[in-house]
DNA sequence: ATGTTTGTTCCGAT
DNA sequence: CATCGGAACAAACA
């Protein structure tokens, strides 16, 4: 489900809301896998406080105060989501974890339809292993187009393919990487090795473009609704998708083409990409 | 019934 | 041995 304006604007309004709090109980359903097993996770928690909470490429990082962390990939369809404390579990409620802090009590709930996503407990080592399994932050203002236009030559592969591949570029995801094609003006299914410097820059500023545009509008929420943040709000930025979802182009008004693309929806616009 | 879904990882082919 | 693409993971909805 979500991609990084959704994971980045979770893991902000989670940090705003529940740094410092203590998790006091959890709760995992005993048909959802957590890493460790789930009396070594309750173990690694319980007890804990959160120092902070922030994302590393789509993962939402809990930093302990034990220097362990907490590290949670929500994939296609995770969410977490504050639950009244009255209130009945959520419909996919996998994880609860009751939180307090000087006297205020609350529970948030990890919810996961399909079951992709993750909760693992990682040491020092082991989330300094997850870092480097991810390439460049495009957030990253220090991160050049020449360096960008480096990594995707290194594939031999289709550029939509390579924008996908979290050891290239970490964060974008199926929509955001249409619209930033869309954007730079470049067909998905080009070759990375055919791609000009001034392309890769092109496709750099379309992607940072976009992914800053997601990050204002609270990311996307769809007609699932799957994305909403932790108190259940929503995203505006489906209403300002470029060509993801389209019929027709809103440049050139041209049919739009809809095809898998490695087994992924892809549109594309046959006379404003090249 | 069939096709679709915002992600990642594993396996087989090359 | 490395790389790439397709399948698999599982569940709901149109």
Redesign the pocket.
Known sequence: ???LP?VLTIAQTLDKNIRDFRIEKVTVDS?FRVSPVVEDFQKALIGRSINKISNY???IVFELDDKRYLVV?????GQLMFRKLESKPF??ERVLLTLSKSGKTLNLAYND????G?MEIKDQSGYKELEQ?YGLNPLDENVTSSAFHIQLK?????IK??L???KII?G??????NDALFMAGILPKRKTTSLSEKESGALLKGLREILREGIEHR?????????VDPFGKKGSH?NYFRI?GKKTCPNCQSNVV?E???????YYCTVCQK
């Open positions: 489900m979500p991609e959704e048909i490429a789509k993962n990939h929500l994939a296609m369809t419909r996919w339809m399909r079951m992709f993750k399994k290194k594939k031999n592969s289709i393919n390579v996908l591949d979290q970490a974008a995801g199926n929509i955001y990487v990311g996307s929420t769809l007609d699932d609704e799957m994305f489906q993801y809809f898998q693309v490695n087994g992924r929806g892809t």
